[in-house]
């Protein structure tokens, strides 16, 4: 037993992954580093609640309610809260006040507690009430853009939208992709070439940082509850 996860991508611009999961028999996990601010909501014994989770900068342990359900919305990297800049929740998050299982309240105002498959239309109203923002410049350069700007407002601009630098985001993601690799059962050298790490020392040390795992505990599944699916399902 533990956390099972399923995960499925999405076509909104504003989001990069919807995801369940239900703990049974878990009472803590391995946290993973991720560059996207989240938003979750879970039930246990009854009771429901939702959070505002932030950028995480290296893997962790953190309590897991036993026994709970849960649904969660990670939203596009450089994707923000109008009320709770990204910067605020970074390696942190909120848990939201007045949340019932049916509704949740969010920048002053009570919204409708959306299943896997409403997360976008949450979204979509979140940005059209201006609740959700970004930074356009952000956008582009995470598409591979050169925006007409000195790398210092880039990097402030980059840095103010995600609470990260772009260093950093491309090291978390890279070492969360490596961690999917392994755990699939790509071998380290393999991982190491085409993920463009300079030898297996730095994959491992990044794993480490990063996921809290070796390659030998992906590739066999060890090590506890993670909160990452390298063992599950994507969808889409």
């Known amino acids: 037993m533990g956390l099972r996860f399923e ?6 611009p504003w989001v990069d992954t919807v995801w369940t999961c239900t703990s049974e028999r878990v009472t803590a996990m391995t946290s993973v580093a991720g560059a996207c601010l989240g938003l979750v909501f879970w039930e246990q014994d009854g009771t429901a609640y939702a959070g505002v989770t932030g950028p995480g900068t290296r893997a962790g342990t953190a309590p897991v309610p036993e026994g709970a359900t849960f649904t969660g ?38 919204r409708r507690t ?9 979204v979509d109203h979140l940005v059209r009430a201006g609740t959700v923002v970004r930074d356009p410049l952000v956008s582009e350069v995470l598409r591979g853009h050169r925006p007409d700007v000195s790398a210092r407002t880039v990097e402030r601009r980059f840095r103010a939208a995600t609470g990260l630098t772009r ?6 993601e890279r070492a969360r992709t490596a961690a999917r690799l ?22 491992a040390r990044a794993l480490r940082v990063y996921v809290g795992r070796t390659a030998g505990q992906l590739r066999e599944g060890s090590g506890g509850a993670i909160a990452l699916d390298v063992d599950q399902r994507l969808t889409s």
């Open 73 to 110: 919305i990670e939203f596009a990297v450089g994707t923000s809260l109008r009320a709770l800049p990204s910067p605020v929740l970074v390696d942190g998050g909120i848990q939201l006040p007045d949340t019932t299982p049916r509704t949740f309240r969010l920048d002053g105002v009570r």
């Open 7 to 12: 995960t499925r991508g999405s076509d909104s």
């Open 114 to 122: 959306p299943g896997p498959d409403d997360a976008e239309a949450l």
């Open 167 to 172: 260093g950093a985001v491309r090291q978390i």
């Open 182 to 203: 392994l755990a699939a059962g790509s071998p380290a050298a393999e991982v190491v070439a085409g993920l463009d790490y300079f030898d297996e020392p730095h994959l």
